[in-house]
């Protein structure tokens, strides 16, 4: 905490249904109505709140959206305008509040005991900006106050959509300290299973317990966590996250093609392979699941002779996976790469002499990384990947009717730069 008489207050500003809403302000007859975002053959990657009052969810597959929900609104992801709002966004804050830190592309925090001196203050510039930020975005936002950033996010998550929650000296105990623990951003599955078993379950007994104990069961960032839950201003130390696994989803329309299956796999491999390559991660064992027209999966999973992160050799076991599982005649939707046993050991040549060329061919692929990192993603890729990432783009310029899709651009737009024009009605 600051050395002086005058105490923190900071703010958490969190966009509501970021994509969803966007959509809707650039899509006004869908204003107020169940609305889903996702690619064509893809999940669900956001959700209006009428959507979410229905029991859909993310991650659901866009798939059973149209078959169990004919009513919702289905709409093409639009990552350029989701981008172009968030700048947006910024902007309008930092006006006010240059000192804004982003946390993501739909939410940021701010300290703002510069400019007022009470939780009073604090409420009567937040509805200002609140108003602001509404009406030249369109788009509704929830803010937290509280005396320290945690708190602030906790508190804007507290009151949603479009509103305003302040945990100050007085009511933090009443408002949040019955709330499970694991409410509080930091505390994660595996954390909050074993406070559990501590007998530590509400924040309240979060804020009571033992920091020593914490520090010497937990990691380092458990007793900065309990700071923030107490009014102090710490720093949360940001632990490297332990990788265990890792998977790779692509749904696509049906098809029974095999080579089409492989071309699939092919290009989930390549990418994952990228991720274990920037996280310098090697899998010893591979899994692979095929989804079918029915929503029903088979799977297997294979322990390979020694860890690996080399695409080639990845690709030709789990080829021995597909040709397992495969069934002939039966239509497929999505294929799912697991890597699985990950862990930071170097590659090991095996006694057969499979894998003695992969540590030179991971340098290679490492310059490939850095081209794509240059010119674009896919400039350079497995042949087997390509019928799949020809056919990824047939998809999502796919039209299906009752589907919405952004506009084209106007005269005088660009990609990044693009108005926005009022909906005013259908002609038939």
Known sequence: MKKNSKKNIY???????????????????????????????????ALSYPAKDLGISRVLPIVTVRMKYPSVHIVASDFYAYEIFSQRMDNIIRNHFPNLVKNSIDEGSVEISKWVNSFDEAEELVKKLKI?????????????????????KLASGMNKPNGITILNDQNIEEKIYRMPVNCLSGIGKQGYIKLQKNKINTIGDFAKADANWLQYTFSISMPALQKQVLGEVVDIPKQKEVIKSMSRDRSFPATESYEYLYSQISMNIEHLAQRMRKENLFTKRIGLRLRDQGLHYTQS???LSSPTR???????????LLTELYQKGILYR???????????????????????????????????????NKFGKSCVGLAS????????????????????????????????????????????
């Open 334 to 372: 999505q294929v799912s790469i697991t890597c699985a046993g990950l862990g930071d050991a170097p590659i090991q040549n095996d006694l057969f002499g499979e894998l003695y060329n992969s540590e030179s061919k991971d340098g290679l692929l490492h310059l490939i990384d850095d081209l794509e």
């Open 132 to 152: 602001e930020l509404y009406q030249k975005l369109g788009c509704t936002f929830s803010f937290g106050i509280a005396r320290t950033p945690l708190l602030a």
């Open 301 to 303: 999973l294979i322990t």
């Open 310 to 320: 080399e695409p080639e050799y990845l690709l030709s076991e789990m080829k021995k």
């Open 11 to 45: 703010v958490h500003v969190d966009a509501d249904a970021f994509f969803a809403s966007v959509e809707q302000v650039l899509h006004r007859e869908l204003k107020g109505k169940a609305v889903v975002v996702g690619q064509n053959g893809g999940i669900v990657s």
């Open 385 to 428: 990947s390509l019928q799949a990432k020809e056919n990824l783009a047939k998809i999502y310029s796919r039209y299906i009717e009752g589907d919405t899709y952004p506009h084209q651009l106007l005269p005088g737009e660009e990609i990044k730069k693009r108005l926005l024009y009022p909906f005013l009605g259908a002609i038939n």
